[in-house]
């Protein structure tokens, strides 16, 4: 870009409403190109579409990679996810062609912490069997002692990973009566543990003592697949397990196993493995997974808070300023 030109943007998704707006109102000081859709954009499309970028919005559908970086080229500044996970990012390569990698934490806590307990609750009280006894039109109205669920009241919750999303989860979950609250993450947090009386635990002692385990943590090198069969071997058999982080943190064909070894009671994913998982995926059909398609942060306020900060990383990174909410790679 030289000193006269505007930076040009290029955005790999419609944005939603409020966010996309302002998008299209930026015209007088950058040149916003997008592959205006709600759909994904090919792989072929997106490495078309960034040669001579100053600036990329892209989401964690899009692999940020070498080839992607050498395709867009050394004028390349600043790349600005629309997600606070950025495992979808090769950072080592984004590090070393010395562009800025901005992302978008806080502003979709709350709404990922409401869908974890959403999903909580609807494993304990196996909400996915009720619904599909009102479709099939087979149920008998109301039953004193079939569809029981199970209730939090007394119970230990396990949050692995006690990050900005783990705590904002466990501060929801505890007023159910959650009595005892182990944690999981790579040392010990006291003061944000203090509020809720959090214990520091072993993956293994959370594993074996709680009722309810929520996965909150980033996937990465030490989390990828560390839910597997000798994890669920030594969950308690009532357990019910809960994903809202990455698909990946879970080995699918261990948990299936598991499922259906009685290992634990239930599991509930809103992320997988690929996604969306097909319909005939075995764990969409089997009777104690409950499978949403990656909802976690999908709020109107929270997708336009998300759209916005990531417009703010963007052109905070073409102008050579400080961005908003940057990883420090
Ligand atoms: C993220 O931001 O990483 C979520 O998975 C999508 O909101």
Do not use: W
């Not at 579409?49 to 500044?77: H, M, N, V, Y």
């Amino acid at each position: 870009m030289s000193s006269f030109s505007k930076p040009t943007i290029f955005v790999t998704r419609r944005l939603p409403s409020e966010a996309q707006q302002r998008l299209e109102s930026l015209g007088d000081r950058a040149i916003v190109k997008q592959h205006n859709s709600i759909e994904n954009i090919s792989r072929q499309d997106l490495l078309d579409s960034i040669k001579g970028i100053d600036g990329l919005i892209c989401l964690l559908s899009e692999k940020i990679d070498q080839e992607l970086l050498r395709t867009a080229g050394p004028q390349l500044k600043v790349i600005s996810t629309i997600s606070v996970g950025y495992d979808h990012i090769d950072t080592a390569a984004v590090k070393a062609h010395g562009i800025k990698l901005g992302y978008t934490p806080d502003v979709l806590t709350d709404a990922t912490a409401d869908t974890t307990v959403l999903l909580a609750l609807m494993a304990s009280r196996r909400a996915k069997e009720s619904l599909e006894i009102v479709k099939s039109g087979k149920g008998s109205g109301f039953s004193l002692s079939t569809g029981l669920g199970t209730q939090f009241s007394g119970k230990t919750l396990g949050i692995v990973g006690f990050g900005r999303i783990g705590c904002a989860t466990t501060a929801r979950l505890v007023p159910f009566g959650f009595t005892r609250v182990l944690y999981t993450a790579s040392r010990a947090h006291e003061k944000r543990a203090r509020p809720f009386n959090a214990e520091h635990a072993s993956f293994e002692t959370l594993l074996s003592q709680s009722d309810l385990i929520c996965i909150c943590c980033p996937l990465n090198k030490q989390t990828q697949g560390m839910f597997d069969a000798r994890a669920f071997a030594m969950m308690k058999p009532t357990g019910i397990l809960v994903n809202t982080a990455r698909g990946a943190v879970v080995n699918q064909e261990d948990l299936l196993e598991a499922l259906d070894r009685g290992l634990l009671a239930h599991a509930a994913l809103d992320v997988t493995v690929p996604e969306p998982l097909p319909c005939d995926h075995p764990l969409v059909l089997h009777a104690k997974c409950t499978v949403l398609p990656h909802i976690g942060s999908a709020t109107e306020e929270t997708r336009n808070a998300m759209g916005n900060l990531a417009i703010d990383n963007a052109l905070a990174g073409v102008f050579d300023q400080p961005l908003k909410a940057e990883v420090q790679l």
